[in-house]
Structures are given as structure tokens and as C-alpha cells.
């Protein structure tokens, strides 16, 4: 969203924030606590500023960045203005600090380097652990041998552990085959492309919005995080790593999963959720909660949608939270839906603290139903294939 800028508007408190070397929370915070109240003009100039302030030194790049990127990533009251405009701003900016980074042969001394197609070729290893390659994707190819999946895969086999890739114009197999079991992190900016992560083993992920179909297919290890919705056939085939996705998903998730393949789903799931799903040490969570307008949590109508829930599963388990228990047995097909143990809930709580820690969605808050908290039983039901139903049964000499 372009905004013209005017050298003589100010909002109150901005350069003074700004001026306390501030770290990335407070200078989030400052925003959360201001933006209602503020129209696009303010919203422009306050991303403006912030982006002056990077301009620092890499410190402040960093402040600027992280900051950038929660306000892009978590939602939370913006008044009348619309989200998708605000993002955008936003993004914007973000997007011009990452453009103003030293390219990839600067002699100049830094935390960052820059490579995009034009200079591609003069891709070299970083000078020390810890650099961070940021790579413009606009101009790669969509896919082949000039896509940017190739490219990726030679940036990690030159040393490269940290990766912000942004500016995507639906550029597919990102990350890709991409064997790294070597605290690789990778975070994603942009309108990325079908098969992110698809086979991958290993590295992070951290798309910092909604991704397309096929996201994770038989991805082997490591870890995803989208904030935002996924497409069709989400972690398809999966045989192990944990994936955390904001929104919803649309249908086939995680159909034919093996291994220790994970996920946490905030949003709803609309059909066939874990179809053939063979995960014995994995499991999937639904937690069917959205943010409204103002960015408050609330329950969606229900957190799965149609039929063929975990349907012909073998192994693993399904946890929704339901506590008006929308969810019936008629949507199952080769399943059952059981009481949740203490067991079960200290199995799962870890990972929703980490949901916690990524999506800023309390537990506390996962739990209260009409403004009381209540018991993890009460709130979280339980599908499990049905042999694994007679299997506890016979164990349990019943």
C-alpha cells in the first residue's frame, strides 16, 4: 500500500520509542499499544521510521527485523483499518531494509549479505558462523534448474545456516531435498509456491504467512511453522518432524504419515485429515480457534469440517479440542473418539506451550470455555484407530 510520505507528519511517541534503543518486543509493543488509534499515514510512517532506525548499524537491523516480522505474524487490534493493508505496509518496508543489505561480495563488515539473481554466481561461504544470507527470489526462474531450490541447496553446502528468502512470486520446491541436520533455519517471506519443504530433512522453516498445496510432502525431519493457512495435501506422506501451522487447512493433511510426523493445526481442517495415518510415535492436534477482527481468539464453528477423520488409520492419534462436542463419530471412518488421559494431555502440552511461544495462543487460553477455565478433559477429545482402541483394551485385561 503506497502512502505519500510527508517529511512534517509526526505521531507522538515514535522517535522518542526509537531513540531508547529499544529490543524488538518493546518496539513491538509500542506499536500493538498505538496502532489502533493510528490511521494508514501513522501506520506508514512509524514502519518508516523503524526502518530508518535499521539503518544503524546491524543491531539495529536485527531490532528492525524481528520487529517487522511479529507485526506481520501475530494479530492483534488494528481498529477500522484492514489487516491485509497494514501486512502490506509492513512488508513493504521490511522488504526495502532487506533490499538495502550488502551484497554477497561487499567487502564491508556485517551480519548481512544480499545475493539475487543478478549476482547469484558470486555466491561464496560466509566469513564467519552466524551470517545471514538474505536472498531477493523475485527474479528466479519458478522452478528447474535455474529455480531457487538449487540455488538453496548450494548456499547450504557452501556453510550457509541462516536464510531469509523473501520477495516470492509463487516460486515452487523451495527448500526441496534439502538435507540439513545442522540448526538451519530458514525464514520465508512472500507469496511462496507450491512443494515448500517438500522431502526436506532436517532444517527450520518460518513462513511468515499463508503457504499454497503440497507444503512438507514426505518431509523426513526438522521443523515448520506457518503463520498463516496451508493448501491441500499439507505434510502428505510425512515420516517425521513437527509442523505448527496458524489457520486452517483445507483437506488431505498428513494422509499417509509415518514415523514421528507431528503437527499442531490452530484453525479447522475441511475434509480427510489423516487418512492411512501410520505415525505410531507421531500425533496431530486441531485446536479449531481463529482471531477475530480486533484480534481476539474465539472458537471456530467447529474444528473439523467434513467426513474421513484419521479414516483407515493404524497408528498414532488424533486430539481436537471440542469441548461443545461438535465432532461425531459419524465423521470417523476406521476410528473412535475416547476420553483423554493425564497421559495424554502431558504428552501434548509441550507442544502447545511451544504453539504458545510461536503464535502467542496460550494454553490458559485454549482451555477457558465461556470465560472459565476448565479441565484439559473437559476441553480436548481423543481419536485413535480402532485396533489401537482393542490393543489398550487387551493390555488392560478388559
Known amino acids: 500500500m503506497k502512502v505519500k510520505h510527508n517529511p512534517k507528519r509526526r505521531i507522538r511517541g515514535v522517535e522518542g520509542a ?39 548499524g546491524d543491531e539495529e537491523r536485527s531490532i528492525a527485523i524481528k520487529a517487522f516480522t511479529l507485526l506481520i505474524d501475530r494479530r492483534y487490534d488494528i481498529g477500522d483499518k484492514k489487516r491485509s493493508c497494514i501486512v502490506s505496509i509492513f512488508e513493504e518496508k521490511l522488504f526495502e531494509l532487506f533490499d538495502s543489505m550488502p551484497p554477497i561480495d561487499s567487502n ?55 536464510i531469509i528468502a523473501y520477495n516470492f512470486k509463487g516460486q515452487r520446491n523451495f527448500g526441496a531435498g534439502l538435507i540439513a541436520r545442522d540448526e538451519t533455519r530458514i525464514d520465508v517471506y512472500g507469496r511462496v509456491g507450491d512443494c515448500l519443504a517438500a522431502f526436506a530433512d532436517g532444517p527450520e522453516f518460518y513462513v511468515h504467512g499463508s503457504v499454497q498445496d503440497s507444503v512438507a510432502y514426505c518431509f523426513r525431519s526438522g521443523k515448520i511453522v506457518i503463520f498463516g493457512d496451508a493448501g491441500k495435501a499439507f505434510e502428505y506422506g510425512a515420516k517425521g518432524g513437527v509442523a505448527f501451522v496458524l489457520g486452517d487447512l483445507i483437506d488431505r493433511p498428513l494422509i499417509n504419515a509415518v514415523g514421528s510426523a507431528t503437527a499442531v493445526v490452530n484453525g479447522s481442517c475441511k475434509d480427510y485429515m489423516g487418512e492411512s495415518f501410520m505415525a505410531a510415535h507421531g500425533l496431530i492436534i486441531i485446536n479449531g480457534v481463529k482471531f477475530d477482527e480486533n484480534g481476539r481468539l474465539v472458537e471456530e464453528e467447529t474444528p473439523y469440517h467434513g467426513g474421513n477423520l484419521f479414516s483407515l488409520a493404524a497408528a498414532g492419534a488424533v486430539f481436537l479440542r471440542d469441548p461443545r462436542r461438535t465432532v461425531g463419530e459419524d465423521q470417523l471412518n476406521g476410528g473412535k473418539i475416547v476420553s483423554l488421559t493425564r497421559h495424554d494431555w502431558m504428552r501434548i502440552l509441550p507442544l502447545l506451550k511451544e504453539n504458545e511461544r510461536l503464535f502467542g495462543i496460550r494454553v490458559k487460553d485454549l482451555l477457558t470455555v465461556d470465560g472459565r477455565v476448565r479441565r484439559p478433559e473437559e476441553v480436548y477429545r481423543k481419536v485413535v484407530p480402532v485396533e489401537v482402541t482393542a490393543l489398550t483394551r487387551y493390555e488392560r485385561g478388559i
Open 108 to 162: 564491508v563488515n556485517g551480519a548481512y549479505r544480499l545475493v539475487n539473481w543478478d549476482n547469484r554466481d558470486k555466491l561464496k561461504p560466509p566469513k564467519y558462523p552466524g551470517q545471514i544470507l538474505v536472498v531477493d527470489v523475485c527474479d528466479f526462474k519458478p522452478e528447474g534448474d535455474e529455480g531457487i531450490c538449487g540455488f538453496l541447496n548450494e548456499a547450504h553446502r557452501l556453510g550457509w545456516r541462516r
Open 18 to 56: 526509537l531513540a531508547k534503543k529499544p529490543g524488538y518486543s518493546e518496539v513491538y509493543n509500542y506499536a500493538v499499544e498505538n496502532i489502533e488509534s493510528w490511521d494508514y499515514d501513522d501506520v506508514y510512517l512509524f514502519a518508516e521510521k523503524l526502518k530508518m532506525h535499521a539503518s544503524r
